[in-house]
């Protein structure tokens, strides 16, 4: 059975909302923050596509 982790439901999140211009849930910026907070890390002021899609990757932003 394939396991998917908390983070990557964020960003799966994160991005369908971007790419969708929508507002399903929490905002694509919020996601990340969750993330980025979690990490113990400064919260984004914004957020790209590009960076999303990075994070996904496992190269961060």
């Given at each position: ?11 799966i ?25 979690r ?23």
């Amino acid at each position: 059975m394939l396991g998917i982790c908390l983070a990557e439901m964020y960003l799966i999140s994160a991005e369908s909302n971007f790419r969708l211009n929508g507002d399903v849930g929490a905002a694509s910026l919020d996601d990340i923050n969750v993330l980025r907070e979690r990490a113990g890390v400064e919260n984004a002021g914004s957020i790209y596509l590009a960076a999303i899609l990075l994070e996904r990757k496992g190269h961060g932003f």
